[in-house]
Nanobody, 125 residues
Framework: VQLQASGGGSVQPGGTLRLSCTAS????????VAWFRRAPGKEREEVSC????????EYADSAKGRFTISSANDKNTVYLQMNSLKPEDTAVYYC???????????????????WGQGTLVTVSS
């Protein structure tokens, strides 16, 4: 059972990146999958979440209008399309999966059952 995050890199301000989170050993069909990030010297914060059971999505204010979360057709890969990147988006991005059994607060890290290893995003000119 594993989550693999990938797609990070270095871009200039205004650039784009697409992060991927792929599950192995289990199906994400009944899971909510979220992206969190930790910037240097800062606490981890939630970015976005998608519930694969109904396709509903959530975004932190910092991500609204710039980032889009989506799932592949087989729902075993979740993407985070990041546009109009800013230097303050620089962070290690982690994906996490929560098995939906009822209501939950998507922004609370302890809710999540599985975590990926993180992928570094650097936005700098």
């Amino acid at each position: 059972v594993q989550l693999q995050a990938s797609g990070g890199g270095s871009v200039q301000p205004g650039g784009t990146l697409r992060l991927s989170c792929t599950a192995s050993g289990f199906s994400l069909g009944d899971y909510a999958v979220a992206w969190f990030r930790r910037a240097p010297g800062k606490e981890r914060e939630e970015v976005s979440c998608i519930s694969n059971s109904d396709g509903s999505t959530e975004y932190a204010d910092s991500a609204k209008g710039r980032f889009t979360i989506s799932s592949a057709n087989d729902k075993n890969t979740v993407y985070l399309q990041m546009n109009s990147l800013k230097p303050e988006d620089t962070a290690v991005y982690y994906c996490a999966a929560h098995e939906r059994t009822g209501p939950f607060y998507w922004g609370l890290a302890v809710e999540y059952d599985y975590w990926g290893q993180g992928t570094l995003v650097t936005v700098s000119s």
